[in-house]
């Protein structure tokens, strides 16, 4: 069973351009998470998401970002018209069901970096 | 609003010598806390998660109790290796899948 699967590792984009990351939770797993470490701080909560259902979008930015869980096919994590202060580690984690001794699992992470 | 301090931000130890890592929160109406690793460039390893109803875990050198009327986690690692050089954070549930991280602790162990 493959762990939480983030694609692209490394990511570099212009100001102005989008970037798209993606998410493929383990099997079997319904709920992805998305996080956000700047440099030099800690992980910070974006977006909860089940299969096409938005649960908790409470830390994500009110501009520019979007989060999808399609029924079919990985979780998008989606920045328009990136800046550099969007310069950063995005994480994803699964889990199967939301219980008290449901442990999230985490990707390797998606380091975005915008010049 | 939930808040998570670790302490110390950094330590640094001889190999074989006991870890002792903690972490604090401000509501203690949480579901449960999970301590992880992460590597230099790498995502994060849990290690060990502890329902709000338990008082510690326990898994191989790693032991984590939870004090949740205080606000306090307390990770042991026994006899350190220079391989349990990482940074260690801990992270608490009080919303239904919302962790909430501390800044966490940068532990190097020296040969």
């Known amino acids: 069973n493959a762990g939480v699967m983030q694609n692209p590792r490394h990511l570099v984009r212009r100001r102005g351009q989008e970037a798209r990351l993606r998410c493929s939770p383990m099997?079997?797993?319904?709920?992805v998470y998305w996080y956000r470490q700047l440099p030099e701080e800690g992980l910070k909560f974006m977006v909860y998401?089940?299969?096409?259902?938005?649960?908790?979008e409470s830390g994500m930015p009110k501009e520019r970002f979007s989060a999808e869980f399609p029924k079919e096919g990985p979780s998008i994590l989606r920045i328009q018209q990136v800046v550099r202060g969007d310069s950063a580690a995005y994480f994803c984690?699964?889990?199967?069901?939301?219980?008290?001794?449901?442990?999230?699992?985490f990707g390797q992470g998606t380091r975005l970096t915008v010049v | 609003k939930q808040e998570v301090t670790q302490i110390p931000a950094a330590l640094s130890v001889p190999e074989g010598e006991n870890l002792v890592l903690n972490c604090s929160f401000t509501?203690?109406?949480?579901?449960?806390l999970q301590w992880f690793r992460q590597d230099p460039g790498k995502g994060l390893t849990s290690l060990l998660l502890?329902?709000?109803?338990?008082r510690e875990q326990t898994s191989g050198r790693l032991n984590a109790s939870l004090d949740k009327s205080s606000g306090r986690s307390t990770l042991y690692i026994a006899a350190s290796q220079p391989g349990d050089s990482a940074t260690y954070l801990c992270?608490?549930?009080?919303?239904?899948?919302?962790?909430?991280f501390g800044a966490g602790t940068q532990v190097v162990v020296t040969p």
């Open positions: 992270a608490v549930e009080n919303t239904r899948g919302k962790l909430q």
């Open positions: 998401l089940q299969k096409e259902n938005i649960i908790d």
């Open positions: 502890i329902q709000s109803s338990q």
């Open positions: 509501d203690s109406a949480i579901y449960n």
């Open positions: 984690a699964s889990s199967p069901v939301r219980a008290q001794n449901t442990e999230a699992f």
């Open positions: 099997k079997g797993h319904s709920h």
